[in-house]
């Protein structure tokens, strides 16, 4: 049986209920392979299986200055350049990128650490807990209409694919204090994904 584009998209999405619902929303994400912005391979000794998946967690890049690059190669740098920040030994030391997504300014959604590993993203509270960054410092600048569409697209059918599901921002979650995702991403996600975790944006 040949496999329509959609149903081939699953492959991001290790463990997603191919309902006919999700597969509605699944065919809306324009999806980036992880081998679109690297070659490096995670550090496999270092990386833990992710386990059934119970949150998913948002947060900003947050760098000090805005970021406004909408082409898929400087976006791709940008994101070579994070996962170096993350994994090289004379920084954080991680096995790999923290986050398994990345919404970029023009809505396209990257595949980053493969979703069957745990990742790196909330001290404490990496287990069954996926990583969505969405690019750009949100205390200083505001999210493109495209990149919080796609954000919304990418929460519904997360939420949609996996059962038990939890949304939260990073600040939402953390032990300790943090800005992240940024004071104007942080006001969008109590309008659409507040209240209720579980409640649908439409
Ligand atoms: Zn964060």
Known sequence: ????????????????????????????????????????????????????????????????????????????????????????PAGRNWADIGYHYAVDRMGRIWQLRDLRFQGAHVKNHNRQNVGIVVLGNFDIQQPPGAQVTALAALLNFMLTAYDNLKVHTHQQLADGPTSCPGTHLQTWMDMTFGGAARKRFS
Do not use: Y
Request: glycine fraction near 4%.
């Open 1 to 88: 049986m040949v496999r329509s584009g959609t149903e081939l998209k699953l492959i991001f999405f290790p463990g997603a209920k191919a309902t006919v619902a999700a597969l509605v929303l699944l065919e809306t994400l324009e999806l980036v392979p992880r081998a679109a912005f690297t070659a490096v391979l995670p550090r496999m000794e270092d990386i833990k299986p992710i386990g059934e998946i119970r949150e998913i967690t948002v947060h900003h890049t947050g760098f000090p200055e805005a970021w406004l690059a909408d082409d898929l190669a400087a976006t791709a740098n940008h994101l070579a350049e994070i996962q170096t920040l993350h994994s090289d």
